[in-house]
């Protein structure tokens, strides 16, 4: 009889395992895991209700913000006002962080950066989508969070985490200890775990990069993609290529199979297309937590320092392997 691990039950467990992990995180971390809940259930009937489609409105990127995308960043909102654990959040989707006002008298200690809804453009075509969250210890001791407490290294992450809503919707989180994975068993509406301490491949097959900016990459990413088309069997290559649009997507399946997801820095976008705060640190600390390698090309992505909340920077993500190769040709070939 194989035993069913529910994530609050999980979570209880780390508790008591880790003296850092704290009653307050692991109550941060159930309250994403039930607004995951209620976001999966309308991402999962988005085609029969009105919550496709454009909100009308363009959020600080310059987007168009989804009406999903609004629905997913008010719904996490809501639960860290209410919750009481969290002091403020930056997303995505607002140009400055929220600081929430502590009407519990709970003295929150802890912080939320998040992508309430990643992979926007995948949402009306049925494609995964995704939500990434990272947890800090806030710096300032009390009163109103500060832009300080919001522009920490990725080193100081306490917790990050990912949802992806696709063919099941699965957390996948980490506290420092390692990565779990909770598939989210609708019957009984819980998050149980399926993929426990996961550990990403040393290599692998699978290279995931949007091939339409080639003529737009530096010289040392184009000789990486051409080294993934080279055949060389002893090397399992060619690769194959898989490029989904969701970030979440692209690297939950380096994740699992072993891969490479590089969002590279083009002629149009100096500095990549992916931020640093709530998409790349999450991402890196899940990753390097597996087993894996995520950097600029050549700097650690949770290293680096941000200097605004919406800051972009170039990644590669995944197998280690995989990342190095692509870090010693873009390296090589710099200008
Ligand atoms: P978001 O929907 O939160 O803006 O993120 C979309 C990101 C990321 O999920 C994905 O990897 C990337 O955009 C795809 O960008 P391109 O369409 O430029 O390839
Ligand atoms: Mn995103
Ligand atoms: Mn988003």
């Known amino acids: 009889m194989i035993k069913v691990t529910a994530l609050p039950e999980f979570i209880i467990q780390r508790e008591e395992e880790h003296t850092e992990l704290t009653a307050p995180l692991s109550t941060l971390l159930r309250d994403i895991s039930l607004s995951a809940k209620i976001v999966n259930r309308e991402v999962n009937k988005a085609g029969l209700v009105d919550i496709l489609g454009s909100a009308g409105t363009t959020n600080v990127q310059g987007e168009m913000v989804q009406k999903l995308d609004k629905f997913a960043n008010e719904r996490f909102i809501a639960a860290f006002q209410t919750g009481g654990e969290c002091c403020g959040i930056a997303s995505e989707e607002y140009e400055d962080f929220l600081c929430f006002e502590d009407h519990l008298g709970m003295h929150p200690k802890y912080l939320v950066t998040m992508d309430p809804l990643d992979g926007s453009s995948n949402i009306d075509v ?27 290294p990725g080193t100081e992450q306490v917790a990050a985490g990912y949802v992806i809503y696709g063919s099941s919707t699965m957390l996948v989180y980490t506290t420092g200890h390692g990565v779990n994975g909770f598939t989210l068993d609708p ?62 997507a692209d690297i939950h399946r380096s994740l699992i199979k072993g891969g490479i997801f590089f969002y590279p ?4 976008s100096p500095r990549g297309k992916l931020r640093l705060v709530y998409e790349c640190n999450p991402m890196a600390f899940i990753v390097e937590q597996a087993g894996g390698r995520a950097t600029d090309g050549k700097n650690r992505i949770v290293e680096l320092k941000p200097n605004g909340l919406h800051d972009r920077v170039p990644i590669f993500i995944g197998s280690p392997d995989m990342v190095l190769k692509a870090e010693e040709l873009v390296q090589k070939h710099k200008p």
């Open 265 to 268: 820095a083009t002629k149009v």
């Open 126 to 152: 049925n494609v995964s989508v995704g939500t990434i969250f990272s947890i800090y210890s806030r710096l300032s001791e009390s009163g109103l969070c500060t832009p300080e407490d919001f522009l920490q």
């Open 187 to 248: 019957s009984i509406g819980e998050f149980c775990l399926s993929h426990p301490d996961i550990k990403i491949p040393k290599t692998g097959k699978i290279y995931s990069v949007n091939q339409g900016n080639y003529d737009l990459f530096e010289e040392g990413v184009k000789r990486y993609i051409d080294y993934c088309h080279e055949s060389d069997p002893e090397t399992n290559r060619p690769y194959s290529h898989r490029y989904i649009g969701s970030m979440v």
